[in-house]
């Protein structure tokens, strides 16, 4: 993909622009694709709504009201707190995934009819498609069936036409964008890794991506199984040489492994596009310092007046930013990653009773110890152990996951760091990680975000594989591709599981690990059929903020805007966009 700048600049003008050119005072279809310049800045232009769907609040609304995260915030969507006529981030994503449709479909008819060479508008076209399918693959994952068309709106009778759509399928919408992508997208398009092609374009890997994801909702494992296999082919062995755990950073961008990443591009003197969505993955209390000293006393501490800069919840940290507001920030579940002592002064061992830890745990060990005892909270205080960060297993053995620092944040665990093993205060009193430092953002300044979104990576469709094998009760190859990931994290590998609901437990878990703040968590669930349970089993109780007060089994779709469904009308003027699961919900 090009500088977001440019993507900008295209879709104003929908033209390229050269000193040959007669300029118009207005662009319109008849002048807009006469030569490849014009078309492929049309092309361009498809990318930008994207941008505008991955907003902090998306991140709240697919990773919050899941089994892995929580938030303390008034925000409907993390607190599953939406209806028809609040719908919340469900606005922006209906809108920006159409208008992107459109964009799409425009650009796929007005190609095709341009007078350019063949060999220069195929490629194009068939990125236009896959581009297009991509808006559906959210629109789909976020509200089940939704209207699906594929021309463009020439004139107003067409839009009257989408105006009285109704809802298609959503597994119906997935299948036709399967056979889309695979009979009209790939053959035109380079066969290769995103990282290989110019500008980090969408391309045949994505595109093989969408059809592997669009396969697993309508559960063709053999569909799945030809499009992963086709990919595999492409990125090769998965291995800690190929595709280093550190590059999963968001902020190293258009890595090998990527498949498909939102692109942010920033210069000092340039055009800045400001993403925040990585602002809520950080620890909270930026800008303040918690006074610790009078904890062994009973009492609880205190915030230090004044502005600390580079302080995260308690723990100097320059290197990850200075002088940024705090916001809601997500933190772990104690299903996720728990640690917490047993009451009084027993500090042998870490609890994992159901009031703190209900079921297992997906990080197990943390790597955590007691520190001093804490008589406000009646426990020892939680620090990190960095003998067992240095040699990678505990005391007793059990191996430290390497993707635990990324995933979740426990303190400074950088032994290049001045405060190497301070804990932050949350996790030091309550043993509740935040997120981790994939998500953060070096030299950070203000609420800006310059990282890349790392939406589809190779190590998804290396799980994926695995449950397609798991799903054809190939349980050995399931486990053999699990490992693979596995093994990079420097964890013991599966073996001797031979049934389905076994191994799914395991890809559902593994998944978490290896994924988890990426986006694609509640998406999961809802294909998996389990989401209102898993997400009710673990997410915290105890205020009205918390999802336990909200959530319904018909949340595990958003409502289509009531505003929407005003626009959506049949002859008689009736809506024609309804959803039953929210039928009498205010």
Same mark, same amino acid.
């Given at each position: 993909?090009?500088?977001?700048?440019?993507?900008? +600049?295209?879709?104003?003008? +929908?033209?390229?622009?050269?000193?040959?050119?007669?300029?118009?005072?207005?662009?319109?279809?008849?002048?807009?694709?006469?030569?490849?310049?014009?078309?492929?800045?049309?092309?361009?232009?498809?990318?930008?709504?994207?941008?505008?769907?991955?907003?902090?609040?998306?991140?709240?609304?697919?990773?919050?009201?899941?089994?892995?995260?929580?938030?303390?915030?008034?925000?409907?969507?993390?607190?599953?707190?939406?209806?028809? #006529?609040?719908?919340?981030?469900?606005?922006?994503?209906?809108?920006?995934?159409?208008?992107?449709?459109?964009?799409?479909?425009?650009?796929?008819?007005?190609?095709?009819?341009?007078?350019?060479?063949?060999?220069?508008?195929?490629?194009?076209?068939?990125?236009?498609?896959?581009?297009?399918?991509?808006?559906?693959?959210?629109?789909?994952?976020?509200?089940?069936?939704?209207?699906?068309?594929?021309?463009?709106?020439?004139?107003?009778?067409?839009?009257?036409?989408?105006?009285?759509?109704?809802?298609?399928?959503?597994?119906?919408?997935?299948?036709?964008?399967?056979?889309?992508?695979?009979?009209?997208?790939?053959?035109?398009?380079?066969?290769?890794?995103?990282?290989?092609?110019?500008?980090?374009?969408?391309?045949?890997?994505?595109?093989?991506?969408?059809?592997?994801?669009?396969?697993?909702?309508?559960?063709?494992?053999?569909?799945?199984?030809?499009?992963?296999?086709?990919?595999?082919?492409?990125?090769?062995?998965?291995?800690?040489?190929?595709?280093?755990?550190?590059?999963?950073?968001?902020?190293?961008?258009?890595?090998?492994?990527?498949?498909?990443?939102?692109?942010?591009?920033?210069?000092?003197?340039?055009?800045?596009?400001?993403?925040?969505?990585?602002?809520?993955?950080?620890?909270?209390?930026?800008?303040?310092?918690?006074?610790?000293?009078?904890?062994?006393?009973?009492?609880?501490?205190?915030?230090?007046?004044?502005?600390?800069?580079?302080?995260?919840?308690?723990?100097?940290?320059?290197?990850?930013?200075?002088?940024?507001?705090?916001? #809601?920030?997500?933190?772990?579940?104690?299903?996720?990653?728990?640690?917490?002592?047993?009451?009084?002064?027993?500090?042998?061992?870490?609890?994992?009773?159901?009031?703190?830890?209900?079921?297992?745990?997906?990080?197990?060990?943390?790597?955590?110890?007691?520190?001093?005892?804490?008589?406000?909270?009646?426990?020892?205080?939680?620090?990190?152990?960095?003998?067992? +960060?240095?040699?990678?297993?505990?005391?007793?053995?059990?191996?430290?996951?390497?993707?635990?620092?990324?995933?979740?944040?426990?303190?400074?665990?950088?032994?290049?760091?001045?405060?190497?093993?301070?804990?932050?205060?949350?996790?030091?009193?309550?043993?509740?990680?935040?997120?981790?430092?994939?998500?953060?953002?070096?030299?950070?300044? #203000?609420?800006?975000?310059?990282?890349?979104?790392?939406?589809?990576?190779?190590?998804?469709?290396?799980?994926?594989?695995?449950?397609?094998?798991?799903?054809?009760?190939?349980?050995?190859?399931?486990?053999?591709?699990?490992?693979?990931?596995?093994?990079?994290?420097?964890?013991?590998?599966? *073996?001797?599981? *031979?049934?389905?609901?076994?191994?799914?437990?395991?890809?559902?878990?593994?998944?978490?690990?290896? +994924?988890?703040?990426?986006?694609?968590?509640?998406?999961?669930?809802?294909?998996?059929?389990?989401?209102?349970?898993?997400?009710?089993?673990?997410?915290?109780?105890?205020?009205?903020?918390?999802?336990?007060?909200?959530?319904?089994?018909?949340?595990?779709?958003?409502?289509?805007?009531?505003?929407?469904?005003?626009?959506?009308?049949?002859?008689?003027?009736?809506?024609?966009?309804?959803?039953?699961?929210?039928?009498?919900?205010?």
């Amino acid at each position: 993909m090009k500088k977001i700048s440019v993507y900008i +600049l295209s879709a104003l003008v +929908l033209m390229a622009c050269s000193l040959e050119e007669d300029h118009k005072a207005f662009t319109t279809r008849a002048n807009s694709y006469l030569n490849k310049q014009q078309c492929q800045a049309c092309v361009d232009a498809c990318y930008i709504p994207i941008t505008q769907v991955y907003v902090t609040t998306y991140a709240w609304a697919v990773e919050v009201p899941t089994d892995l995260w929580w938030i303390n915030t008034s925000t409907p969507d993390p607190k599953c707190e939406i209806s028809p #006529s609040k719908p919340g981030v469900g606005t922006t994503v209906w809108q920006y995934c159409y208008q992107g449709i459109m964009r799409c479909n425009e650009f796929i008819e007005c190609i095709a009819d341009s007078p350019i060479d063949e060999a220069d508008k195929l490629p194009m076209i068939a990125e236009a498609r896959v581009m297009r399918a991509l808006y559906y693959y959210h629109l789909t994952n976020f509200f089940n069936g939704v209207p699906f068309y594929t021309y463009m709106v020439a004139d107003q009778s067409v839009q009257e036409k989408i105006r009285r759509l109704p809802r298609t399928d959503a597994n119906l919408i997935r299948s036709s964008l399967y056979e889309d992508l695979k009979e009209n997208a790939l053959p035109y398009l380079t066969k290769a890794r995103t990282s290989e092609i110019e500008g980090n374009r969408a391309g045949y890997s994505l595109a093989l991506m969408l059809m592997a994801k669009f396969a697993m909702w309508y559960k063709n494992w053999e569909d799945a199984e030809w499009a992963l296999s086709e990919l595999e082919s492409i990125y090769g062995d998965f291995s800690e040489a190929r595709y280093p755990l550190d590059d999963t950073r968001w902020c190293k961008k258009n890595t090998p492994e990527s498949i498909f990443e939102i692109q942010h591009e920033w210069s000092e003197a340039g055009i800045q596009f400001q993403g925040k969505m990585s602002r809520t993955y950080y620890p909270s209390s930026i800008a303040k310092i918690w006074d610790n000293t009078d904890v062994t006393e009973g009492l609880n501490g205190a915030w230090i007046d004044g502005t600390y800069d580079g302080y995260l919840d308690d723990v100097y940290m320059p290197q990850w930013g200075r002088g940024i507001p705090s916001v #809601s920030s997500m933190r772990a579940t104690w299903h996720m990653g728990c640690f917490r002592a047993k009451t009084g002064t027993d500090q042998t061992e870490d609890t994992t009773t159901a009031q703190y830890c209900p079921g297992d745990r997906i990080f197990d060990p943390l790597p955590l110890t007691f520190g001093e005892f804490n008589k406000y909270y009646n426990r020892w205080n939680a620090r990190l152990d960095t003998t067992a +960060l240095r040699l990678g297993h505990t005391a007793d053995g059990r191996k430290i996951d390497r993707r635990i620092r990324y995933v979740l944040g426990l303190g400074s665990m950088n032994p290049s760091d001045e405060n190497y093993g301070e804990t932050f205060k949350d996790v030091r009193t309550q043993g509740r990680p935040c997120a981790g430092e994939k998500f953060w953002v070096p030299d950070m300044m #203000s609420n800006f975000d310059s990282n890349n979104y790392k939406i589809l990576r190779y190590a998804d469709a290396v799980l994926m594989m695995a449950e397609v094998k798991c799903m054809q009760g190939d349980y050995d190859a399931a486990l053999e591709y699990m490992n693979k990931v596995r093994a990079r994290a420097a964890v013991d590998p599966f *073996s001797g599981y *031979s049934d389905e609901a076994s191994v799914m437990k395991l890809i559902r878990d593994e998944r978490a690990r290896e +994924l988890a703040g990426e986006c694609h968590r509640k998406f999961d669930l809802v294909r998996w059929g389990i989401w209102y349970t898993e997400t009710l089993k673990y997410a915290p109780s105890g205020t009205k903020e918390y999802i336990q007060a909200n959530i319904q089994p018909c949340h595990e779709y958003y409502p289509i805007p009531d505003t929407e469904c005003a626009l959506t009308a049949d002859a008689d003027g009736n809506p024609v966009l309804t959803n039953p699961a929210y039928a009498g919900i205010e």
